[in-house]
């Protein structure tokens, strides 16, 4: 055989496997009647097996490394626990006491820290997770803080306040030195870093939000409004109103190339997909009784949604845009996350 058709084929076929690896990943899901944690292996959409977590489970987010899964417990905002699972056993190891920060929702995992919201405090705060301790927090005095992101450097956080309809960006940013009310500056005070929030207005019932994947803009959806609110980062302002006319929006999610975005509504059961250049809406799914959580592959070539109301999660081709399944893992499903 020609030695050049060797090597395309040997290449095809490493390009085959590494696709077959890529796919074969887990899906970690949420049961909130059940209160588990459901294993979901996405080449064969068969469940593993399932943990238990605590009393209002709401969201999951993964360990960089993939070896260890945390859960939030919510509790309309009186909840302190975050669950942490060991995902190789797929056993509960200690929960973290996030103690006087109430209500803990949104997470987001970046290096060896877990930044999440805490809707009853009105604050973020962050764990150091090889301490298994919060070693930071901040106010951030807006009504049901409720969803977080943090740019790759850790210098910017992005967060939704749902009952005040507002979008808070932190920067961590070189402030000069504190001046005392009365008399001269402090002597020998210096700038030093500190964080710098801007309140961002958007519409009611702010809730879900994502960062393009360019870092440039934020798109917002206002549960209570039908609108979404595209957010220039840099300018700190809204420079799109967008009208879906589909009241509960609540969930939405770039496609990893940044060309679509999905808007599930927990209303409805509408899940939204808009042209992210043009900003107009391109296909509507109905999903059934209510759609929420929205996790895309990286590949971008399916995407699953959790129907809470509706107790299953479906699952999206992307490229032709149309249902292809339901799977029931439980009663309430609700927030999702990959695990290698």
Excluded at 235 to 240: E, T
Excluded at 255 to 261: E, I, M, Q, S
Aim: aromatic letters at 4%.
């Amino acid at each position: 055989m020609n030695i050049s058709l060797i090597l395309i084929l040997t290449l095809a076929l490493t390009n085959a496997q590494a696709k077959a690896i890529e796919k074969n990943r887990l899906l970690l899901a949420i049961s909130k009647t059940d209160h588990t944690l459901v294993f979901i292996d996405t080449s064969t959409l068969k469940i593993l097996g399932k943990a238990t977590v605590g009393a209002d489970p709401h969201e999951v987010v993964t360990s960089s490394d993939g070896k260890t899964a945390y859960v939030s417990n919510t509790g309309s905002g009186k909840l302190h626990e975050i669950n942490v699972i060991d995902i190789k056993t797929m056993k509960a190891l200690p929960s973290i006491d996030t103690g006087a920060l109430l209500g803990p929702h949104g997470m987001v995992v970046n290096g060896e820290k877990l930044w999440f919201t805490s809707e009853g405090s009105k604050s973020v705060g962050r764990i150091d997770l090889k301490e298994s301790k919060i070693d930071w927090l901040m106010g951030v005095g807006q009504n049901r803080t409720h969803m977080i992101q943090v740019s790759p450097d850790q210098k910017q956080i992005y967060v939704s306040n749902v009952d005040s309809g507002t979008i808070s960006i932190f920067d961590n940013l070189l402030l000069p030195p504190p001046i005392p009310p009365i008399g001269a500056p402090l002597p020998g005070a210096k700038p030093q870093m500190g964080w710098l929030q801007t309140v961002i207005p958007v519409g009611k019932g702010a809730e879900g939000f994502d960062v393009s994947p360019d870092g440039k803009k934020i798109w917002v959806t206002n549960a209570h409004d039908a609108t979404i609110s595209v957010v220039d980062i840099a300018s700190k302002k809204v420079i799109q109103t967008l009208n879906t006319k589909v009241l509960g929006i609540s969930r939405i999610k770039f496609t990893p190339d940044g060309k679509r975005v999905l808007i599930s509504s927990l209303r409805t059961g509408d899940l939204l997909i808009y042209d992210a250049a043009s900003m107009k809406e391109i296909k509507k799914l109905n999903l059934g009784k209510g759609a929420a959580h929205i996790l895309i592959e990286p590949d971008g070539e399916r995407a699953f949604v959790s129907c809470t109301p509706a107790g299953y999660i479906s699952i999206i081709d992307l490229n032709k845009m149309k249902i292809l399944r339901t799977l029931d893992i439980g009663p309430r499903p609700d927030g999702m996350d990959w695990a290698p």
